[in-house]
């Protein structure tokens, strides 16, 4: 049995410092006010919590009104992945498309005017980026949140995206360690096997976080996947031999150390959340993600008692819970010195991210079609979303075009038929395909084989991982689906 040096209040308030919860609404609830008195440290904020800049920027003086020196996290890669602009998409391109176009200056351009904005909501932690090296094209979890394939490149835009985002004060969380990208499997839904030697594993999955760790990231993600080149039984956030081994020995990395998030079917369908939680912050994790689908105050009375339960019986360290907690204050401390110096000083860069997004664009032409000049109709193929990226978010390219050509419509469509629906819909104007990820939905190359048999003045338009050979008339790859890739794919569509 563990001999106790500390007060049970100072163990229950070190269990509820490690929690990163999640909540309803978009004002403070009262119960989130509470257990700010009583130690909780950081919250979490979605997509649900956020209407515009101004309330969200209410929202946190509420949350500081309580406990000034709070962690306020968020899910903001931009791209695909947006909280901040969840209703309306995102200013900014993601990184894939920073990839693309592979100048670093412009992703820490565009990372440090992300952090400003952030900032100036008063958020200071955000999940990203994502350093997973898209190794495996079926991926259907990471693809275009990746930098690209290239371990070397998403080295060096990992690096550029942390320092300029830390540049305001906004702590980057560099993710999914040890690397995400080779996996068929969405660990929301269940555990991800990656099997790699570990030559592969070194060279190619962990050089974007040797490259963030270098960088400053000031803190590191887990991912819900198992390795076994690592440890054959337990998935990463749960494993010793990554979290501790691996990552804070073998790599040299001593900043905060967070759990993706803990309601995944990942970790729930197999440990359960609460033993998962326990055996988290066991394994080396410091602060626990928690909240994307459990946003209630029972969860974190649930995981709360968890953990201090689990140090009674012994199954917990006393000094790992202390040391998880004292890292998560350490980290809130350093955002709170970074929110009052000199350093973040305000330096907006309104346009960079369509600057980014027009960049990022390729076109290949087929042969010399006719421009578009008449309004056409616009038929989007939409796979159903991952929940990284959720279904609340617009995309593609028909707002845009309805606005710059007048008498534009659109329809969405999916299925064995959507080529024929889509036919039918445009009833002979040209058309307008806009896809994401052909590659990985047989259906959506099906529909374009349609389109383009009917009408060779297609203009397709990927929005994905242009992982398929270009075809239609004109063919435009943006690298992302957020709202800027839209914007200068429809230039690019008037352009010709």
């Not at 791209?79 to 200013?91: A, K, N, Q």
């Amino acid at each position: 049995m563990t001999t106790f040096t500390t007060g049970a209040s100072t163990l229950t308030r070190d269990a509820l410092a490690v929690l990163q919860p999640g909540f309803t609404g978009t004002s403070a609830p009262d119960w989130v006010r509470r257990r700010l008195a009583e130690g909780l440290v950081s919250v979490a904020l979605f997509g649900r919590n956020v209407a515009d800049p101004e309330q969200v920027t209410a929202l946190t003086a509420q949350l500081r009104a309580e406990r000034d020196d709070l962690l306020v996290a968020i899910d903001e890669e931009a791209g695909d992945v947006t909280r901040l602009e969840v209703r309306t998409g995102s200013s900014f391109p993601g990184n894939h498309a920073l990839g693309a176009v592979d100048d670093p200056a412009l992703t820490r351009r565009v990372a440090r005017e992300l952090g400003r904005r952030l900032a100036a909501c008063g958020v200071n932690l955000n999940w990203a980026p994502s350093a997973d090296v898209n190794a495996n094209p079926d991926n259907p979890v990471i693809g275009v949140r990746s930098f690209g394939r290239d371990p070397a490149l998403v080295a060096r835009h990992t690096a550029a995206y942390v320092e300029g985002l830390q540049s305001h004060g906004v702590a980057a969380c560099t993710k999914h360690f040890p690397g995400h990208g080779d996996t068929s499997v969405d660990s929301h839904h269940a555990l991800p096997q990656i099997d790699l030697d570990a030559i592969t594993l070194h060279e190619r999955e962990l050089r974007p976080f040797r490259a963030a760790i270098e960088a400053g990231t000031r803190a590191v993600m887990t991912a819900h996947i198992r390795v076994p080149v690592l440890d054959p039984d337990r998935p990463a956030t749960l494993s010793p031999r990554i979290l501790t081994g691996l990552l804070r020995d073998e790599l040299g990395y001593d900043g905060l150390i967070v759990t993706d998030g803990m309601e995944m079917g990942a970790v729930t369908g197999t440990y359960g959340l609460e033993h998962g939680v326990v055996l988290a912050i066991a394994a080396g994790a410091d602060a626990i993600c928690v909240g994307g689908g459990l946003a209630d105050e029972d969860t974190v009375l649930r995981l709360q008692d968890a953990l201090v339960t689990a140090v009674r019986s012994g199954e917990l360290p006393e000094e790992r819970l202390a040391d998880a907690a004292a890292r998560v204050r350490s980290l809130a401390a350093w955002t709170t010195g970074m929110r009052r110096s000199p350093s973040a000083a305000d330096d907006p860069a309104p346009e960079i991210g369509l600057t980014a997004a027009r960049r990022a664009v390729t076109v290949t032409r087929a042969g010399g079609p006719a421009p578009v000049t008449a309004p056409v109709y616009v038929a989007t193929f939409s796979p159903a979303p991952n929940i990284a990226v959720g279904d609340e978010t617009p995309w593609g390219v028909g707002a845009e075009l309805e606005r710059l050509l007048p008498g534009t419509d659109t329809g969405h469509f999916t299925g064995p038929d959507a080529g024929r629906e889509a036919l039918r819909a445009a009833a002979g104007r040209r058309v307008v395909a806009v896809v994401r990820d052909e590659h990985r939905h047989p259906w959506m190359g099906a529909a374009l084989d349609t389109l383009l048999a009917e009408g060779p003045d297609t203009v397709v338009v990927e929005m994905g991982v242009p992982q398929s050979a270009p075809r239609g008339a004109v063919h435009i790859a943006t690298h992302g689906a957020a709202r800027v890739c839209g914007v200068a794919a429809a230039e690019a569509v008037l352009a010709g």
